[in-house]
């Protein structure tokens, strides 16, 4: 379950982030074209307040620009500001949407990492309950085979864990080894 909920969440950030990319491009791609139409309109003249330039030409150019762009060269034309496209006026628009999409990237992939931490945990925990319940088993046949012996006084080198199907020697005898064997035994 955690494993899915992990692949979604890193999927869909990868999406988002991927979204994110290309508005931030889009973005890029609308500054420098209003950047390229600056530089014409500076080095042509053809926006000149003297009467020499050519308003037609001029306003072809604006018109070209996008609405962002066209303003901040007004107000950088109007003295407001020190260069036409480093206000926050201009480019806070441009990158608001690629902005927006990064952070819902990095939501889903904390979501995605946090998926991916419940299912470490309730792997572990999965883990450390097998452990713990295959010693409780061994520890109630170890006892039970214990008692059994001591009563019966068989005459026995080793000390064995009984389970269905399998005898698995523990230790031998202070005159033996520890033995490695199992033996299987027949129901």
């Known amino acids: 379950m955690w494993g899915g909920l992990q692949d979604e969440g890193y999927t869909e950030s990868v999406r988002e982030a991927n979204n994110a990319v290309d508005l931030l491009q889009a973005a890029d ?5 209003d950047q390229v139409l600056f ?24 018109a070209n620009m996008s609405d962002g762009g066209v303003a901040a060269v007004e107000e950088w034309l109007a003295g407001n500001e020190p260069a ?80 269905p199907t399998m005898a698995i020697p523990l230790m031998a005898t202070p005159s033996t080894m520890i033995q490695a064997s199992v033996d299987i035994r027949a129901s």
């Open 29 to 33: 791609t609308i500054r420098t074209l």
């Open 84 to 163: 036409p496209f480093e206000s926050s006026a201009y480019t806070e628009p441009l990158d608001q949407q690629g902005e927006a999409a990064k952070a819902v990237s990095e939501d889903f992939f904390l979501e995605a990492g946090e998926a991916n931490g419940n299912g470490d945990n309730y792997e572990l925990a999965s883990t450390i309950l097998t452990v713990v319940m295959f010693f409780a088993g061994v520890a109630v046949v170890l006892d039970e085979t214990r008692g059994s012996r001591s009563r019966s006084r068989a005459s026995s080198d080793n000390i064995s864990v009984v389970l």
């Open 39 to 62: 530089v014409e309109l500076i080095t042509s003249g053809v926006c000149s307040e003297d009467g020499g330039g050519d308003d037609v030409a001029c306003d072809q150019v604006l």
